[in-house]
């Protein structure tokens, strides 16, 4: 009798884990070979998968029996089809909701149009701050972008500066020039002799035109300064200051940017640098959403990015980086998040202004390792600062419809890092 039901038992843990796994493994269609299986990872989406293995989304989803492109998880085992049919492109000429996942690159290509052209039909500037939810128009054919080189005015066709003798550009500018750098030591003297030795201001103005990519602006002076990048301020020291370097990583689309920095000088010692170089060719993937407004064909912008900075201890007090992050969904393992920061006892703060279209309870879920804080409209929503491996944390808190600032918190401690956040409507 005893043999009989360990025998019973046996089979039943058979089973059950056959079920199991079948579970996790999507069963293909028929019609599609697999000539391989991808697991999944913290991460990945369907977009990231078809680049990977290049195979379209729609041939992913089609042969994963998948209807939605955002429910996948970690821990899923996709089919990987071969010599799939691909289905055909969707017409041009009609309304586009942006998925989760989504970028323009991904979505021209889909509709066999170009960046420029979707850009171009619904008044983008920027083609990395797009929304899940957003809704795009769709043009048929495929618009050139403008000339390299872009518009900045036939006399200055560098650095456009205009000099004020005073800190806050009010009035006439006393000088315009063409500066063919921004790299300017004055020491306690003056720009011109039109100009004062203290208490001047300069503003800066030119189009670039980029490849796609992400971009490392560099800045030193004194004493403040602002950069824009297509009206988006991306560096924010107007204030006294002695002469560290601030550093920004932008992630920008093909095409004209306009960039602006400001600048103004006190009393004493007077210099302003600005460089800029290409340090990536990824794109990043569409802002998590935070249920924004409704949108309307080319009218919205949805929620920020996420503009961060890198701290050399775990306090919070040691600023030496500032980057512009599109998702707060990272996982850097044992790696440096960042050049000239150690590996680990490090940390991060990070900024974005996020618009619900409807108020009611709203869940916050963070995944992380080692320690977080989230902040909504400066009151905490989550506080787990203290040592975690790998744990995801939960707060909810009650908004208003409208714009909020969040805010998140991170410090690491050794071995792996990682740092996702995210939220939903209860």
Aim: net charge neutral; hydrophobic share 40%; with cysteine.
């Amino acid at each position: 009798m005893t043999t009989r039901r360990v025998i019973i038992i046996l089979v039943a843990l058979a089973l059950m884990l056959a079920s199991i796994g079948s579970v996790a493994v999507a069963a293909p269609q028929a019609s599609y070979t697999c000539v391989a299986y991808h697991t999944v990872k913290f991460g990945d989406t369907l977009n990231s998968i078809s680049r990977q293995y290049g195979v379209a989304v729609q041939t992913l989803m089609a042969a994963n029996n998948i209807y939605n492109a955002n429910l996948i998880y970690a821990g899923q085992a996709l089919c990987i089809p071969g010599s799939a049919p691909v289905p055909p492109k969707p017409p041009c000429g009609t309304y586009y909701t942006i998925q989760w996942g989504d970028t323009l690159s991904s979505i021209a290509g889909r509709y066999g149009t170009t960046v420029w052209a979707i850009m171009s039909a619904n008044n983008i500037l920027n083609p990395n701050y797009i929304y899940s939810g957003m809704i795009l128009y769709i043009p048929c054919g495929t618009t050139k972008p403008p000339t390299p080189g872009g518009s900045t005015g036939t006399s200055y066709a560098q650095w456009k500066g205009e000099y004020f003798n005073n800190q806050d550009f009010a009035g006439t500018p006393s000088l315009v020039r063409n500066d063919k750098n921004i790299a300017f030591n004055w020491g306690m003297g003056w720009p011109n002799s039109k100009i004062a030795a203290d208490r001047f201001s300069v503003r800066w103005t030119r189009t670039l035109n980029l490849t796609e990519g992400t971009y490392r602006f560099a800045a030193r002076f004194d004493d403040g300064a602002r950069l824009f990048i297509d009206n988006v301020l991306i560096l924010d020291q107007w204030q006294a200051a002695s002469g560290q370097t601030y550093v920004v990583d932008v992630p920008l689309g093909a095409g004209n940017h306009i960039v602006r920095f400001d600048y103004y000088e006190d009393t004493g010692t007077a210099f302003a640098y600005l460089s800029y170089q290409k340090v990536s060719t990824s794109t990043p993937v569409t802002p998590m959403p935070g249920q924004p407004p409704t949108p309307v064909p080319g009218g919205n912008t949805g929620g920020s990015a996420w503009t961060c900075t890198y701290y050399g201890n775990q306090e919070l007090d040691d600023p030496r980086v500032n980057v512009i992050i599109p998702v707060l969904n990272l996982n850097w393992g044992a790696d440096s998040p960042h050049p000239g920061i150690n590996k680990d006892l490090w940390s991060m703060r990070c900024t974005s202004t996020q618009y619900l279209a409807t108020g009611g309870l709203y869940e916050f879920r963070a995944q992380v390792d080692d320690g977080v804080r989230v902040f909504v409209d400066g009151n905490a929503v989550i506080s787990a600062w203290t040592n975690h491996a790998g744990t995801t944390e939960v707060g909810t808190v009650n908004l208003a419809a409208g714009p909020h600032t969040v805010t998140v918190e991170y410090f690491e401690f050794g071995h792996d890092a990682m740092l996702a956040v995210w939220w939903n409507k209860k």
